[in-house]
């Protein structure tokens, strides 16, 4: 009796496993995008007007987002805004994540409902995924430079900004050039985004170091050996910063984007004596890009989306998180941008330099190659 | 169909081990042997012999090896201490209890836990800087690079090492003693001949329990150092979540291969010297 129960207990466990096995693998169905007119809409006339958009996505009533940081260019407001204006829930899976996660995560859960609708993602990661992402072009599409979006419409820069160092004014003396960080009152005090290596936002960081070491956008090996010996200075500080180090001064100089580093004096429970400066003769630029995922699950909320960041409204809203909204320069001759904002932006002088991506590639290569030995 | 009755009771582990150690480590062997489009390359296994690769296998099994260390000497000694103490005595439940907890007080927890009591800003920091004019950072900050993770390890290294060295300590007899004391032999005498040999294997068993802990452990440094992956753990996450160098899942998974050949190699290596430790036993 007992072996018996035994050997019905082993099958019953075997036989569950097996269940959980296929359960696991994604259903056999086509995705939700190619079944409905949302699905293949290339322009918001394809779905007989935003009101039919609005329409549609409310049906829908749900948005995926992942990888957006509350305290990146003011992403928290941008959702409440959305989410407040159309009904529409915004369900936003892991915000720390990389733009490499992003494109992980639409593979892995491609055909399920919680596949990301749509993805926010640096340039590098953009231009290597186009298949990925379904053609569609916002209706204010005409006021984005040619060469800050893609002509079949797969995806479009968003917003961006330059390489900056963000300082504690209380506690370190205003650096002016990059070099400057170099002297002993930043001992162990200058941080960088990420490792250079994994984050577009430290990438550049070492890419401004090198053009302000003589480097240029073709050649990141200068920006490399700064970093070396401002780690042989004991300046250098291998922690990430976040917005906990920097309001307990953990991390009192950080090198990253002017965006992010002016949203730390300008937010509840910052820093007021934050300051950020765009270092002279080292402006790096760079633009984060929005694309649609071709198997998104809520297609006309996704659409809808991309109508919204690129209305005056969300761009206006990028603007407030202190990043530099795509459709600017229209926005300014139109006299729809908000000039109060746009007057906080850190002052820049000299021509920015804008990586393509064989440059991006290249400076990768150097660095990977390079880095750890630069910081070990 | 006689014979295979008594196999079928181990049908449940045969699964288990199937799904979660043959399946990933085939995915992993046969991964690392295809480029992107899935045709066969050597590219991944060649990427290993890059330079920060080998030192990043370098450190690892430096980190591992010196917090297994660590970890079996000290947890030795404090077993030992337990194991002697009465068995239900105060030291010897407050020591196996705060064991049983801190074995597990890995990942961000114990990295914020660090943060907080000696990182930059950390209550002792600040009080040695402000109080007693000591900067323990003066030559770097050492807690977010190597030495920082061998500090930290060592933090949950030691009490894994008391619970599972625990039960042999408790299973030498007070017979043997007493038997090597009336027969005239000295501490000295009863540790190298009688304590000592019945010990080692299980001793050694620990620290390489110790070892694998420490050589697969991801959460704690993960969490602590952000820049450069100095261990392998942390170049498998730069492999497959960097935004600056894209398609390398491929060599996650050569570096994964790498991992588990190095673990392959101590444990052979540890079953070779428990045969010759043990082989008197039998």
Same mark, same amino acid.
């Given at each position: 009796m007992a072996r018996t129960t035994v050997r019905v207990l082993s099958l019953i466990a075997a036989a569950a496993v097996a269940a959980t096995v296929t359960a696991c693998s994604p259903p056999a169905s086509d995705s939700a995008a190619a079944s409905t007119p949302a699905g293949s809409a290339t322009s918001v006339a394809d779905l007989g007007g935003m009101d039919a958009l609005v329409t549609a996505a409310k049906a829908e009533g749900k948005l995926n987002v992942i990888a957006l940081p509350p305290d990146w260019t003011n992403y928290a407001e941008v959702i409440s805004t959305f989410e407040s204006t159309y009904g529409i829930t915004v369900s936003s899976a892991q915000p720390d994540a990389s733009s490499a996660d992003e494109i992980t995560a639409a593979k892995q859960l491609a055909g399920q409902d919680t596949a990301p609708d749509v993805f926010d993602l640096s340039q590098s990661v953009t231009v290597a995924n186009t298949d990925m992402f379904a053609p569609y072009k916002v209706a204010t599409i005409g006021d984005v430079p040619d060469g800050l979006k893609d002509p079949n419409g797969k995806w479009t820069n968003d917003y961006g900004g330059y390489m900056s160092i963000g300082y504690d004014s209380a506690t370190v003396p205003a650096p002016t050039t990059v070099a400057d960080l170099m002297k002993p009152e930043y001992k162990g005090k200058v941080a960088l985004n990420g490792d250079p290596t994994q984050a577009g936002a430290a990438f550049n960081g070492v890419m401004m170091a090198s053009l302000a070491s003589g480097g240029s956008a073709d050649d990141v090996s200068p920006g490399v050996d700064f970093f070396s010996k401002l780690n042989k200075a004991g300046n250098f500080l291998p922690l990430d910063p976040t917005p906990a180090t920097i309001e307990s001064g953990q991390t009192p100089v950080v090198i990253d984007w002017d965006y992010l580093n002016a949203a730390e004096s300008t937010k509840t429970g910052g820093l007021a004596s934050w300051k950020v400066v765009v270092p002279k003769g080292a402006v790096v630029g760079g633009y984060y890009a929005q694309a649609i995922n071709a198997q998104a699950p809520h297609p006309a909320a996704a659409r809808l989306w991309q109508e919204f960041l690129y209305s005056d409204v969300g761009q206006n809203l990028w603007l407030k998180g202190g990043a530099r909204p795509v459709r600017a320069d229209a926005m300014i001759t139109s006299g729809t941008i908000d000039k109060g904002l746009l007057a906080k932006l850190p002052a820049v002088s000299g021509t920015p330099v804008f990586l393509t991506p064989a440059q991006t590639d290249a400076a990768a290569a150097t660095l990977n190659s390079t880095w750890a030995k630069a910081i070990a | 169909m006689l014979r295979l009755r008594p196999l079928l009771g181990l049908t449940p582990f045969a699964v288990f081990v199937v799904l979660f150690l043959v399946i990933p480590t085939l995915v992993v062997v046969i991964g690392s042997l295809l480029d992107a489009n899935n045709a066969p390359t050597l590219a991944n296994l060649q990427a290993l012999t890059d330079s920060s690769v080998l030192t990043a296998f370098r450190r690892s099994i430096l980190l591992s090896a010196s917090t297994a260390a660590v970890g079996a000497v000290v947890g030795g000694l404090l077993a030992h201490a337990v194991s002697t103490a009465r068995p239900d005595g105060f030291l010897r439940r407050a020591v196996t209890a705060a064991s049983g907890v801190l074995a597990q007080f890995g990942g961000v927890t114990l990295a914020f836990a660090f943060v907080a009591t +000696? #990182? @930059?800003? $950390?209550l002792v920091t600040v009080f040695a800087k402000d109080n007693? #004019? *000591?900067? +323990? &950072?003066? $030559? $770097? *900050?050492? @807690? &977010?690079q190597l030495p920082g993770l061998i500090l930290v390890y060592a933090y949950f290294q030691i009490p894994l090492m008391v619970i599972v060295f625990l039960p042999a300590l408790d299973g030498l007899r007070a017979q043997w003693r007493e038997a090597s004391d009336s027969l005239g032999g000295s501490t000295w005498q009863y540790w190298r001949h009688v304590g000592g040999p019945l010990l080692l294997p299980s001793f050694l068993g620990s620290a390489l329990l110790l070892f694998a802990n420490a050589f697969s452990a991801y959460a704690t440094a993960a969490a602590l150092v952000s820049q450069g992956a100095p261990i392998v753990p942390l170049q498998i996450r730069a492999a497959l979540t960097s935004e600056v160098l894209l398609g390398r899942a491929d060599l996650a998974k050569a570096l994964a291969l790498g991992m588990v050949v190095v673990v392959a190699v101590v444990m052979t290596a540890y079953a070779l010297l428990q045969r010759r430790t043990s082989r008197w036993l039998q």
């Open positions: - | +000696i #990182g @930059l800003q $950390g007693l #004019g *000591v900067d +323990i &950072f003066a $030559g $770097g *900050v050492w @807690l &977010f």
